[in-house]
């Protein structure tokens, strides 16, 4: 199957273990800024990247499996092994990366993941169903707006939620722009993980990340969950520094 090598940033001038963030549906690779200096400056080797339809990655036009694209961008940076920083669904994508290939990944540090084994709630289906109804009608404005009352916490403020609002509009306008193309499925175990593995929720999330981070050490060995009683779904945009601080503590422990 092609791969397109996914639009990424890599400092090539650290020479330090590599680190690989990865994104929210939500947004896109620049949800980073707020901790890609501090983590530079903590000594690893940082990339992000854009999954299809986000930032400055197209739309897909074949069949395709995100965890296979991430793969690729790893072997064509010649990345042998990485810990992992990633965001609801680029959690996801991290956990299927590393159940598949566990020797890649040596911990992972999962902000209000998703999960490809769990069933969504009411309210989640009620989320999914107001967005399409207002994408159908054509109201991006009105879908933009859902998601960032809904993926925002308290601790949110203005220009976080205008830089959400800005993430949020150009995936939109990418994945219409392109063809309706599904996600290939994949067969994998999250037992097979052996990451040392922190699953951190919001206090003020969905309730369905709230449990899928709650439930993750009952099937990921040696996991790990704290919950955060100030975030919402996006802590590392809602507390910069505190985020950062965490993930960093959890890195070095």
Not at 101 to 116: D, F, G, K
Not at 150 to 165: I, S, Y
Not at 181 to 190: H, S
């Amino acid at each position: 199957m092609p791969l397109p090598l996914l639009s990424h940033d890599y400092d090539h001038a650290v020479k330090g273990p590599a680190l690989l963030l990865l994104h929210s549906s939500v947004c896109d690779r620049r949800m980073w800024d707020p901790q890609w200096r501090i983590l530079l400056d903590a000594g690893f080797r940082v990339i992000r990247c854009d999954f299809r339809g986000h930032g400055d990655t197209p739309a897909a036009d074949v069949p395709y499996r995100d965890a296979d694209d991430v793969h690729a961008l790893l072997d064509e940076l010649d990345i042998a092994e990485t810990a992992v920083v990633a965001s609801s669904f680029g959690g996801k994508v991290a956990l299927e990366l590393a159940a598949r290939w566990p020797e890649r990944v040596r911990s992972l540090a999962l902000l209000n993941t998703a999960s490809p084994t769990h069933e969504p709630s009411a309210t989640l289906r009620d989320f999914d169903e107001r967005e399409t109804a207002l994408i159908e009608a054509g109201d991006l404005e009105g879908a933009v707006e859902l998601n960032v009352s809904t993926w925002l916490g308290p601790e949110a403020d203005g220009n976080t939620r205008a830089m959400v609002r800005l993430m949020q509009r150009r995936a939109f306008e990418v994945q219409l722009a392109g063809e309706d193309v599904d996600a290939l499925p994949a067969a994998f175990d999250l037992g097979a993980i052996t990451a040392r593995t922190l699953a951190v929720s919001g206090a003020h999330d969905l309730p369905d990340f709230r449990e899928i981070a709650a439930g993750l050490p009952k099937v990921v060995g040696g996991a790990r969950h704290t919950e955060l009683p100030w975030a919402g779904h996006l802590p590392n945009l809602e507390r910069p520094a505190d985020t950062a601080r965490l993930v960093l503590d959890f890195m070095s422990a």
